[in-house]
């Protein structure tokens, strides 16, 4: 398999996510850059064998069409969403996922990125997260409990089958920020928090569908197809914050298909018809999003090497 590291093992305890636009930069200074990032990548894996470092490099729509001749089907840009809450789209050029048991070991891969470049790139994002307690969110409830946990099926959710031919082992990925307000949430009794998630919150068990209110998270998240089976992603989302600033979550999905994310979004805003969205929505409030394309490491290689 030609996958890139990060896809399909479970979440690392630190990530940092980087989203750009290339502003000044140009295609071929860009390729550099990442072959620069790669190469300090594969120096740190020698030098620290047990810090657990994968990255992921993935490009829009746009972008992709000056970096390869052909497309994968179906990917297009995330459209924003305006329906009892508003989610924007506001998309890069780039999105870089770095990952590791360690958080210097994150910094140290974006410091080689953004070398010599810092002037001429536009930032949207740099967003250092980490894994909180036993894999909460910022709220205390367990966040990816729907994400596929044995290998193969997360390989068969995550990744472009052999029937995309030059795009075989690539995955689609949904990067959206998420800005929490802890202190309106916190305010709420605990079964109250309960019914906005719809699972219990200390053991993370899912209410039965006769109790479990029609807008919990859960309910409207968790998409079926025509035969009831769900329809799932792997998710990567970590959360981040200061203790005197922003405190939300990077939520971060890879998927063979953009519809799913696509459903999910319209269930979860409110735009399906039937004038329900999440309960969640009340407390956390989307501030950016976009969808992007991780090719396969022999593609990228192919991509970033090419003069």
Known sequence: MNLQFVILPLPSDHARFIVIRLGQLT??????QLNDLINTRDRLITQHANADIKTAIAFSPSLWQQLHSQIPENFHQLEPLQGAF????????VLIHLASSKADICFVLSQAFFHGIREQVEVLEERSCFKYLDSRDLTGFIDGTENP????????????????????????IFAQRYVHDLDKFNRLKVDAQENVFGRSKLESIEMEDDVKPDNAHIARVVIEDDEGEELEIVRHSLPYGDGHGEQGLFFIA?????????????????TT?????????HFT?????GYYFAPSDELLTEIIDED
């Open 27 to 32: 295609i071929e200074q860009l390729k550099q």
């Open 285 to 289: 409030t989307a501030v950016n999003g």
């Open 149 to 172: 946990q044995f290998k193969d099926d997360r390989e068969e959710v995550a990744l472009l089958g052999k029937d995309a031919g030059i795009f075989a082992d690539g995955s689609f």
């Open 273 to 281: 018809g039937d004038h329900i969205h999440d309960r969640l929505l």
């Open 254 to 270: 890879y998927t063979k298909d953009l519809n799913i994310i696509d459903q999910m979004l319209e269930h979860m805003f409110g």
């Open 86 to 93: 508003e989610m924007p789209v506001d998309a890069g050029d």
